[in-house]
């Protein structure tokens, strides 16, 4: 699916376009049907007591500002709301609260699946690192410096509690490189990339209780590696 994807199949229409419709809407510069229609193509199933692996979602209440981990109930709706970045989709309405992507304050929620029982997770952050920029930032670079600083952010304050308790396994990013957020032309190259590195990775992994292991982000300390590495459950990002 991810190889096959446009920006068509997720960011429909022109600069002009989306403009114009923020212009009008005031909240936000794309129609999610585009995006309604891909998700619909690639489910089996209309609601999440329907999947066959159990799944929890992220989002973000707008009016409260606190968290929302959707895991019952109709898919698409919350789907659409993890995904719905702010100013680019519209939120969506969910059980009476105007929801938008939970990436703003859980990147990688490590504390919610800790506290859904985890007894071990695998993080697999889809951040691509970018390589450090030559001459002025532009705006864009900005942006995406900044945006990358809030994740950290939220990783450090999060992961040490959760570590403290149970194994946390961080597979590897792609190599840094300069990518298109709005372009998937690269999404073969980068999956190719980060399989590799994973299994250079889990070759050596070796898991002996609680800790971190590997660096996401390149500051946090492995756990040891002097025991056999155990099978452990996955957690999306």
């Keep these: 699916?991810?190889?096959?994807?446009?920006?068509?199949?997720?960011?429909?229409?022109s600069l002009v376009g989306a403009l114009l419709r923020l212009r009008r809407s005031r909240t936000h510069a794309l129609s999610p049907k585009a995006l309604e229609a891909l998700v619909l193509s690639t489910l089996d199933t209309d609601a999440f007591e329907g999947l066959d692996t159990p799944l929890a979602?992220?989002?973000?209440?707008?009016l409260s500002g606190d968290e929302r981990v959707l895991d019952s109930g109709p898919l698409v709706p919350a789907l659409l709301a993890s995904a719905a970045i702010p100013g680019v989709?519209?939120?969506?309405?969910?059980?009476?609260?105007d929801l938008v992507d939970g990436g703003l304050v859980a990147h990688v929620p490590v504390g919610q699946a800790a506290a859904r029982g985890a007894g071990s997770l695998v993080l697999l952050d889809t951040t691509v690192p970018a390589p450090a920029a030559a001459g002025p930032a532009s705006i864009g670079d900005v942006l995406a410096r900044v945006a990358l600083i809030q994740f950290r952010a939220q990783l450090r304050a999060a992961l040490p509690a959760v570590a403290a308790r149970i194994p946390v396994v961080c597979l590897p990013a792609p190599g840094a490189r300069r990518v298109d957020p709005l372009s998937f032309d690269e999404s073969a190259e980068l999956t190719r990339d980060a399989h590799e590195r994973t299994g250079a990775f889990l070759a050596d992994l070796r898991v002996d209780g609680p800790g971190t292991y590997g660096e996401p982000?390149?500051?946090?300390?492995?756990?040891?590696?002097?025991?056999?590495a155990t099978a452990v459950p996955v957690l999306g990002a």
Excluded: I, K, Q
């Design 57 to 62: 979602v992220v989002a973000l209440d707008l």
């Design 217 to 228: 982000y390149g500051r946090y300390v492995a756990g040891s590696a002097n025991a056999t």
């Design 1 to 13: 699916m991810w190889e096959d994807l446009t920006r068509e199949s997720v960011f429909p229409g």
């Design 89 to 97: 989709f519209p939120s969506v309405h969910v059980d009476g609260r």
